[in-house]
């Protein structure tokens, strides 16, 4: 209900603040009798972690799981997981010179009016530091359904653009993780390392596209009507910080179209020429590859001065952000997409076992 | 689970196929005292109706809502609201050809799949009758949170775009209702119609978009992390039958800016100077408006011949629909997105009571 | 949350009030291809409907379910079943002189403080007519677990009680319809028989127990910790109108035990030699049976004169109940606790797939 | 859905095994802005804790509550209450000779079948070590809604029953607390002590009633038809472990009663003559005391020798459990169920703000 719970079978619940004790999670509804590997779990955070590469954040948190319950000897037992990471490099003293300020474009003046009291250190609740617990359960639910092969990657950095689909590209977390902003096209990465370089000097921020594919999905994920497979992909990925948008399929272009263009032919029993569809119809999955575009607005934490209004004094006032933030938000969102895809998708298959 | 059901607080679940017996739902969870016009209901019921215009489908659906419980002399008792429409002019015989045929992009192969079993007839649950329940609980969630304005327009058919930003716009539903496509700019809304009328005739339909614009929100509504409100909104969007994409606030556009032009700096103790944010700050509503744009795709259902397969034969067979059906479904989806969208703020109105 | 739905994965939600237009429900999640007999689900009407016999109400409620959707030639197709009785023999004249009265020991009082406005005809919202619909699902519920064997039955009526245990009596349909009290036990019942027409007689109502018993249950069934199986059949069964009391198993004759009488051995691999833990351990079904009593109150509605408060003249004034009432509800309430038991056991054992 | 989880609104969802690494739990919903002290947690903690008294198992659980998350400075700040408390003195190596046993009328054949997998020491997550946590979210609950009373006794131990009914009783926590058997009248609770520490004596355990008393509950709290606040509290109750009934109000007694004798008549606007209602009517609280019995099972886990089946030699075997165990649960129960009480009355306050 409070919105720290997501899924039906496979319930991941967080906490923790991002300059608080500890953050953390459960999960429960995890099946029982599935080999969990905990270096798995930690790679995945090592893609998320700040401090990775000279385009993201220097700051160095050091994150690794622990497991507290629900694994014997890497095995599920059925019973909730709960894990955990503890707080470490945290200044909290930057914070300082923001208690009074709702900085722009961030939770800080909707937390302070919903509950009357803010945790503005390091923003709290709000913080995108939140997000490592998607990824641990990201990682997990991976583990579980591990045929299913879920593959994000950059596709737009402010105006630099990938234009190949996903199906001409060479689609790996190799050819992935080969460079730092996390986009399969050699070329087209390095255009956008160089942006980002550029946007990170003058103190700004600068937004993006990630792009992500699922493939060999059984047939029959998604419940129809309100809890459609693409509506809770897409409730998944709007609850990512700094989302603002997402297409699945043809998307926003697929409104230009005409339905004899559009329309997805059956050529086999379990096989469509085209995929406009985007492998999902009447909102349950039909076997071909799910694709959709996420959009991730500038991070709206930057070192440029801006102006905000400070609630003690009643004035605009000048405001100089400390601390130590992304100029580009996107290489670390790219395992966090991944994590959230695996918690959808294997939700709606431990439901779909209903059906058999 | 199954999602036939929204909501956490105002609950919806409906029930009903398009060539059944009769739709319904029942509204849990409806505060009472609150006095109910049925004559509103009726009043959206129309905008959504079929044979409203030579632009949509001639089907003459007469629907009007039978209240059957939880509302005494038109006030609501807190008890849940049954409500059914029987369902009336329905040609089933239209579709014994599609029997055994999965017509391209409709749900028909996914339902067999999941289900073993699937009504041909009209689409059965898939159908986009189904919505009309959801016009009817939005219809009374929108009497309830009567204070909030929520209007939507189309701003898109095929590549005839509204280029008006929405606040450059006399958006009020007298505007809208003027023109068959509803959308407030006439000039726009000519060339809209003129485009649907020539892909009528070509047995062919065309895609498009929406806008939605929320205003007068009160601050603090949405629950963060997994919940953000623009999530629930975006979910309850993308169950609408036929949309593909979701973007608030910049949106897709926004992921070209810099956070330097991009964020939306305190002016005042309660609004800020532009409102790229869409009036979501962390997941949480903050006073200003909330806007939205909801990707359309063209029906499926065309006059035009195609091929599909058909899973007694196994072959590749020319079909040809029979039914009467939408050439474009923007301007009867324009109720529906103003529904689910009151249905979410209002479900959200009341979870916020809680922090009171 | 409203609370009128219960279930998990197979959810029932139902509306109606006793003297309305119509009761209903929806149930969702039901699996699809399953075969429903109509006919199975009239007779458990019967076994409920008022005018029964000479010792329950004289009331004559036709009832005969309609089904509207999710049932095609009698097999479930996975969507929503949708179902509805229109209410008929009601005479809400009756009820006119206890407008603003709170009968004693009904929900009169406590509906009008939480709703502010109540539906004072026939008890509205809180008439156990609503049970109808329980007995409609639970039917549905009862064909699709077919191979579990569930058998309520009265076990005492006031102060007479049947001393034997269920494992010592002749179970079956056959045996507890053959007395209009559903006793097995034929001199027991006819004894419950003599008392209820004396209590009737007197214009007065006397209270009892069920016992249910639930033979060739799966091991494996119930989520343990809170939603533990006989916690989740202990809330169904309170959840019933006039219910005061739940035990299972030795219940609380058990208490008086010691531990070393009390344990039930293992004597096979799936056996145990005595079964005081009632066929559930650890909150799990163990595949012995499962049997549980209910306690059910005198009815409130009484045809002596009573005393009750007046809200508008704020005195205590002479209370005169007219209608047509139960002077016990054992016999009605057989079917009730047979269709709660089967809505709580087909849920968890649908549930229990996730672990398959 | 697998039953970790607890509340509506106020949620607590658990997790841990008895000799895991640690156990805790998230507090999602708890309104923000509430002052919460960790003393008064960890006074109820030493209440339920081992080794309190000589009528208790001799482990010894040193557990103090160390808060994660969600509170600051002492104030709940609406996020989610991360809270964990690591296990200290666990003895695994007791637990081998029961690795392939199933010891009776234990969770261990129960989980086993389930999940396909066990955590056989110290009876992994089935423990009633898991009560822990939700001492600590009781505590919490407890404090938020302080002016509502909950007060928990021992009114039976085997045979010796205290006859009194709470309202003769001089029901206070002193009164309570100043007796290790937790039972408000000295007398009875000298002979429940002595009986005790015969059982002990014997290697046995022996059974036993709780009885609860809200005072002072607002009118309104409960959601009728299926989540009657008295079906939640009973829900609540028999998710205890060892807990095998639940009665309130008038209870199985009442089932003797006549309409006449158990009507509880209005004599003032909100006050009734008796209370065999048990303060809740219609499944909705009236204002008056709320109380309600609680039958405890002896412990399954008794010194003594017992038999059982061995699944992997196939045979019945002499059974000798070792270590340190409880000759009777019911003083060191008294806090959890006033644990519970307070998570549903707090659930149900909460949930009652949204008719307001």
Redesign the interface.
């Known amino acids: ?6 899924g ?2 496979f ?1 991941l ?5 991002s300059h ?7 999960i ?2 995890c ?3 599935v080999k969990i590997s905990i270096k798995k779990i930690n790679f995945e955070l090592n893609r998320r972690k700040t401090g990775q590469s000279n385009i993201v954040t220097p700051r160095k948190e050091k994150d690794k799981v ?5 694994i ?1 000897n890497n ?1 599920t ?6 894990f ?1 990471i503890y707080n470490k490099d945290k200044i909290s003293k930057d914070y300082n010179n923001i208690k009074n300020i ?1 900085r ?4 800080d ?3 302070t ?7 503005y250190k390091g923003g ?3 913080s995108a530091r ?1 997000t490592v617990c998607r990824v641990i359960a990201g990682s997990i639910a991976k583990q579980i359904i591990k045929n299913i092969n879920i593959c994000a990657y950059v596709s ?1 950095v ?2 630099i653009k990938l234009n190949k689909k996903y199906n001409k590209l060479n689609l790996n977390i190799k050819n992935i993780e080969n460079n730092i902003i996390r986009c399969p096209d050699k070329k087209i990465a390095k255009k956008m390392i160089k942006l980002i370089k550029i ?1 990170k000097n003058k103190g ?6 990630i792009t992500c594919v699922i493939k060999n999905v059984p ?2 994920l ?7 497979l ?3 992909l ?3 990925m ?2 990512i910080n700094a989302v ?9 272009n ?16 379990n096989k ?1 020429k085209t995929n ?3 492998g ?7 076997g071909m590859d799910i694709y959709y ?1 996420i ?8 070192k ?1 001065t ?4 400070n ?1 003690n004094t ?1 004035k ?1 006032e000048k405001l100089k952000i400390k601390g130590r933030h992304d100029p580009c938000v996107l290489p670390r969102a790219v395992p966090i997409v991944e994590a959230m895809t695996a918690l959808v998708i294997l939700d709606y298959f ?7």
Chains 1, 2, 3, 4 share one sequence.
Do not use: C, W
């Open positions: 209900m409070a919105g720290n719970t997501i039906n079978i319930k619940t967080t906490f923790g603040e608080g004790k500890a953050i953390g999670g459960i429960d509804g099946p029982s009798g622990e497991i507290l319950s629900g014997i095995i037992t059925g019973t909730p997981i709960g955990i709702y722009p474009s961030h939770a003046f909707t937390y009016k919903k509950y009357k009291i803010r945790d709290g609740r709000s939140e737009a402010g105006n946007i700004d921020s600068i937004g993006g596209i047939i029959g998604g419940e129809p009507v309100f809890n459609k693409h509506a809770e897409g409730k998944a709007l609850s603002k948008g997402f297409e699945y399929g043809s998307g926003f697929g409104t230009k179209k005409k339905g004899s263009e559009h329309n997805d032919v059956f050529i086999d029993k469509t406009y569809s985007g999902i119809q009447g909102g349950i999955s039909n575009n959009a991730f607005k500038p991070v709206s934490t930057i440029k801006q102006y905000s209004f609630k009643n605009l431990l439901l779909n076992k209903l059906y058999k």
